[in-house]
């Protein structure tokens, strides 16, 4: 009842304040009252939440992430392109295994905490790899794949804790799904947006190992988040218990499985980006290194990034204003169908038609990576949303580790797809003759899922998809574990709270 008091006055607030402003002022005030009505609805830790982990650690972090391997991997370990792709995939074999990481945080709690334990642990592996990798001077390949490995295993472990909140929030608030995805979505993009803006010029200043030194700090955040964290201590916690929960917990999710409406989406999501194979590294190493091509220098190529995380956050901003109460099998078919064609821009840079044309590089390639950027934002967003919509009450985070774990093996079987195909055309660190024929090829599988839309629901997107069976069955075995956690505030007072 109090919760509903404060939610109607926040509501004549907002509306008297519309009242008195108009035209350019709901432009700056729009995002405020927004930001407001989330942290009122979901509690504004979980707010803070979501912007540390997906703003700070994977935004930010990411990005200075991004380009410090790059340039580490072609100028330190000197791995030719193909390599490298093969060596991005191990590094993102982590995330593979998200259901693991939210199996743990779920049912084997440390210490009496259940969630503390995990970002702690998280935050160290983050902080001792990078610094590891920052004050080596010749780090074999092995190791160095080790400490990244482990980086990325850290920033996975922090990401399930925060995408179980997005999932039970999703489950109990419906109509807020695609806003709090929304909400992710704008802070991933704005923390990658400066993040590439400042990565290049670090890369040029420090190197890439002394980038990586830099990103100890977020990992440092997300130590401070376990800190913080504010959840009741557990008395007498039986561990007898935990192969029993396990095995509750694995057959909740094979039942959750079997219906048709949860595993074609996932059938869908995994082909639609397993077949995009990714070929990152053979156009990173052509953009820096050709005689033919550009030579971007570090700055540059940190700045092309930026522009491509305003493309990333203009996507987010038009799916949230825009395209989010359209059907997900619609939706997905014009940005399915825009994604292959967007990638014939990259084709056209390659075969140098730009100059023909007479467009710079410089310029065509900035429009090149926000297009890009953008319809690759366009093409996650739905699926994110679908995703949130197909956990089950009860194991939320665990199940949505499930399905982000089977859109991470689509994009390992992207970079490993890409690294083959790089290999067979004999695209090396200076030999990028039949680069344009890999380009050509990942086109035409990129619009291969169009075959594969019937997987999709037709339904309204704001509707719950889950069969109403799974709902009654979870609800029998609830427990008060499955409460929702909240952050510690940090500050006295927040919106009288």
């Known amino acids: 009842m109090v919760e509903g008091e404060n939610l109607e006055a926040c509501s004549e607030v907002v509306e008297g304040e519309d009242e008195r402003k108009g035209g350019f002022f709901d432009c700056f005030w729009t995002p405020v009252y927004w930001f407001k009505m989330l942290a009122n609805e979901t509690h504004w830790s979980f707010v803070f939440g979501v912007m540390v982990v997906y703003g700070i650690s994977q935004g930010l972090g990411g990005a200075f992430n991004r380009v410090g391997t790059d340039y580490y991997m072609k100028d330190v370990q000197k791995v030719q392109p193909s390599e490298s792709q093969i060596y991005q995939g191990i590094i993102s074999i982590p995330w593979l295994v998200k259901p693991l990481w939210g199996l743990l945080t779920d049912l084997l709690p440390i210490l009496g905490y259940r969630r503390r334990p995990y970002f702690i642990l998280a935050g160290l592996l ?15 390949i092995a190791f160095a794949l080790l400490s990244l490995t482990a980086g990325s295993a850290g920033a996975a472990i922090a990401d399930v804790t925060i995408d179980a909140c997005v999932a039970q929030n999703s489950n109990t608030r419906p109509y807020l799904a695609a806003d709090m995805q929304s909400l992710c979505a704008l802070s991933s993009s704005i923390g990658a947006l400066l993040g590439f803006s400042l990565s290049g010029i670090f890369v040029h200043l420090i190197g890439p190992k002394g980038v990586f030194g830099l990103l100890s700090i977020p990992a440092g955040l997300v130590f401070l988040v376990g800190i913080l964290l504010d959840e009741p201590f557990m008395f007498n916690f039986s561990y ?3 192969n029993q929960k396990l095995v509750d917990a694995g057959k909740s999710m094979w039942r959750t499985l079997k219906f048709p409406d949860v595993w074609r989406p996932c ?7 397993a077949l ?29 990034f930026s522009i491509g995380s305003i493309g990333s956050l203009f996507g987010a901003l038009l799916y949230q204003n825009v395209l989010k109460d359209h059907p997900f099998r619609n939706l997905l078919f014009w ?33 090149d990576e926000s297009v890009s950027q953008m319809i690759g934002r366009l093409k996650w967003m739905p699926l994110l949303v679908l995703s ?110």
């Open 267 to 273: 059938v869908y999501m995994y082909l639609s980006i």
């Open 240 to 242: 007898r218990q935990v």
């Open 388 to 497: 949130a919509k197909l956990c089950p009450p009860g194991i939320e985070g665990t199940f949505f580790a499930l399905l982000m774990s089977i859109d991470n093996a689509g994009l390992l079987s992207s970079q490993w797809g890409g690294g083959f195909v790089l290999h067979l055309l004999k695209v090396t660190r200076t030999r990028f003759d039949n680069l344009w024929l890999a380009i050509l090829t990942r086109n035409i599988l990129r619009v291969a899922p169009l075959g594969l839309l019937f997987l999709i629901p037709r339904g309204d997107p704001n509707a719950s998809i889950l069969p109403t069976e799974i709902f009654g069955a979870q609800e029998e075995a609830e427990t008060p574990e499955n409460e929702n956690i909240e952050l510690v505030a940090l500050v006295s007072s927040v919106d009288g709270k």
């Open 335 to 367: 940005i399915q169908l825009l994604f292959g064609l967007s990638g014939m821009l990259d084709l056209i840079l390659v075969l140098r038609l730009n100059l023909k044309l007479g467009m710079p590089d410089y310029f065509f390639i900035v429009i």
């Open 276 to 304: 995009s194979i990714d070929i990152h590294e053979g156009l990173f190493y052509w953009y820096t290194d050709s005689k033919g091509g550009p030579s971007f220098s570090q700055e540059t190529v940190g700045f092309i």
């Open 126 to 140: 983050g902080v001792v790899s990078m610094l590891l990798l920052s004050f080596h001077e010749n780090l074999h």
